[in-house]
């Protein structure tokens, strides 16, 4: 952190950086990220750059995605040299994750130790992208962790938990300790693999539309499915219409979207897909 320091550089709060410092831990999290010499690795958030050299020798090549100038920069100088580590200051969100996978020609990996105000979109945007993919390796607040595990019923289930388990495996591997970082983050956190499911657990013949309707059922969650899915912005059809749908798909129309498990969404989506 000394070095940091002398240079002027902090961890920024607006950005949610918590450095990993511990290097017993950065070196379970590269050996549980299922990494093999023809890989090509994306790290968002490479932060002091713990986890990207201990990856190098490894991999193939790193692409790690820094939207932090001074943080680019400082990798920047202390990757000189090295060829197979590529740095690009950009925000995660809008990384163009086809155009490595095409270039590597092989679906990518992705290690990141996430900050904690982006996890959740970060999560998303990489599920969007999950067919450029093999596996994730991600770093999160216990909390997020929690909530891709969740089940029906559980005040933790929402929608990410239920595309994680659609498109993914899901597994953690780990929990860390606050003082695994700098500074110290006032929450536990976890270590999350993610193994990408060749198609989806359940098929879904309209993906853009179940994802749809079930944000649509969640986006208030404390009203019965009925009473959210008729006040939604999203037109899903008149209140007679969605309960019609919510029958034939063998669902109580005063139950809450907490309590549908994932092949009843899916029976949800196909019915109101014929409204």
Known sequence: MQELRSRGISPKQALGQHFLIDQG???????????????CVVEIGPGMGVLTFLMLPLVKKVIAVE?????????????????????????????????????ADRRLKVVANLPYNISTPVIFRLLE????????????????????????????YGPLSIFIQLYTSP???????????YPSPKVESALVGFEILERPRIAIGDDGFFQKVVRASFAQRRKTLLNALKNSPLALGSGKEIEAALVAAGIDPRRRAETLDLIEFQRLAEALHEV
């Open 25 to 39: 831990i950065a070196q379970k999290i590269v050996r549980l990220a299922t990494l093999e010499p023809e890989d």
């Open 171 to 181: 597994k953690i591997m780990m929990r860390v300790p606050p003082e695994a970082f």
């Open 67 to 103: 939207l932090d100038p001074g943080m680019a920069d400082y990798l920047k100088e202390k990757a000189q040299g090295m060829a197979s580590l590529i740095i690009i200051r950009q925000d995660a969100l809008g990384f163009d994750f086809s155009t490595a996978a095409k270039a």
């Open 129 to 156: 992208s999950r067919l450029f993919f093999s596996h994730l390796t991600l770093m999160l607040q216990r909390e997020v962790a929690q909530r891709i595990s969740a089940s029906p019923g559980n005040k933790e």
